[in-house]
């Protein structure tokens, strides 16, 4: 069954969303250098705020795309699959950073994020239109 939305379209609803999760994650990615590199408390306060702005904008759309780049019969096999990897990221995230920061440095930890950052941006831009 297909997700509603108050677009003419379907396919124009889809057209709007790939753009909001591509946006999320470029806002996300200089977030995480300037937190990386920034030499004051302020600066990198902002930083995360940013980063938390861009990583919220997108995870609302992230529900209904995935169950629209799924096929038909799988959509919900699909949104129990993000569901899974959105919670497994939530536990495992606070403890890798830890580690990186432990064993590297926070700029490290940072730019980790960053990288996993540009690979969603490459995931979502090779999911194929429907």
């Known amino acids: 069954m297909p997700t509603r939305c108050s677009c003419s379209s379907t396919r124009g609803c889809r057209r709007r969303r790939r753009p909001v999760i591509v946006g999320a994650f470029l806002l996300v990615v200089p977030a995480l250098v300037v937190a990386a590199t920034a030499t004051s ?6 930083a995360l705020l940013l980063a938390g702005v861009g990583t919220q ?3 609302g759309v992230f529900y209904v795309y995935v169950e629209e780049v799924s096929p038909p019969e799988s959509g919900g096999t699909s949104l129990a699959v993000l569901m899974t990897l959105s919670i497994a ?3 495992v995230a606070p403890v890798a950073a830890g580690w990186l920061v432990g064993t ?3 700029t490290a ?3 980790f994020g960053g990288l996993l950052a540009v690979g969603g941006i490459a ?3 090779r999911l194929p239109a429907r």
Do not use: D, I, K
């Open 109 to 111: 930890a940072f730019g």
């Open 57 to 59: 904008l997108g995870t």
């Open 123 to 125: 995931a979502v831009v």
């Open 89 to 91: 990221g939530s536990l």
């Open 41 to 46: 408390t302020w600066g990198f306060a902002a």
């Open 104 to 106: 590297l440095s926070w």
